[in-house]
């Protein structure tokens, strides 16, 4: 049984005072929430505040994008050493925004996949098409292309620690949900590529998460689907009743 995780993205938002407050009032809904690994990721600006306010509870730290080298002249970047001072576990690699805004290709995204898992930081790996792909016929084939491109040479035993977000780009920000057949229909198709990936057992263990627009009155059903193991959330993480009401749903 795959024990469900819901990450929420706080994207380029909230001051570090924002930021606190924020997570006081998640600290306070789901401080002590078990059934579900709950993670939390700020911008890198507040990682630091944020670790403080949820440091003795069960909430997870995470970050939204780690660089793939270790140190040295990469100027703008974070390492896997900043993230894990700071106690860091989860890191988002491939969203969508950094894909299509800085042009972050599979390549890249294996990089820092393969990186993250090195320096045990757990990666949640994004893949989704966008509308055109969609409206073509191709969510099949560009889904498939990201995820072995994305994970390519991970072997096995690394996919209980990474987490897989299907994200349909044109679910993202714009209150379209897939519905959950179309959403399980994907997630059901990516743990089948897995399995043809790395074989059955791993395909079973791994997480993947549904991505886009998901909030408290959709979520149930779409994390009651077989293949759904959770959500990564955007703009219902920015607000402490919404996250939780998601969470809550997926107990
Ligand atoms: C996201 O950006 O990962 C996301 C799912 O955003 P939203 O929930 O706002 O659609």
């Keep these: 049984m795959r024990k469900k995780i819901i990450a929420g993205n706080w ?71 900043m993230l894990k001072e700071l106690f860091v576990r989860y890191v988002i690699l491939g969203h969508s925004e950094r894909r299509e805004y800085y042009k972050e290709t599979d390549f890249w995204v294996n990089k820092k996949v393969k990186k993250a898992l090195e320096k045990n930081l757990r990666p949640i790996v994004c893949v989704g098409e ?74 079973d263990a791994v997480r993947i998460q549904y991505g886009g627009s998901m909030k408290p009155g959709n979520a149930p059903e779409l994390l009651a689907q077989p293949d759904i193991d959770g959500g990564l959330i955007g703009g219902a993480a920015l607000d402490a009743a919404s996250f939780a009401g998601i969470v809550k749903a997926g107990l």
């Design 130 to 203: 966008k509308l055109e792909d969609r409206e073509a016929g191709n969510t099949e084939a560009v889904v498939e292309a990201q995820v072995r491109g994305s994970l390519a040479d991970i072997p096995a035993a690394a996919y209980t620690d990474l987490v897989i977000a299907y994200e349909p780009v044109w679910a993202i920000g714009t209150g379209k949900t897939a519905t959950a057949e179309q959403a399980q229909e994907v997630h059901a198709f990516i743990r089948g590529i897995v399995a043809d990936m790395v074989g059955a057992e791993a395909a």
């Design 11 to 81: 994207k380029m938002n909230k001051t570090v005072g924002e930021a606190v407050e924020l997570a006081k009032a998640i600290k306070l809904e789901l401080g002590d929430c078990k059934e579900v690994d709950v993670v939390v990721c700020p911008p890198f600006t507040a990682t630091k505040a944020v670790g403080d306010v949820i440091s003795e509870t069960l909430i997870n730290l995470g970050a939204q994008n780690m660089s793939s080298e270790d140190d040295g002249a990469y100027t703008g970047e974070i390492s896997h050493t």
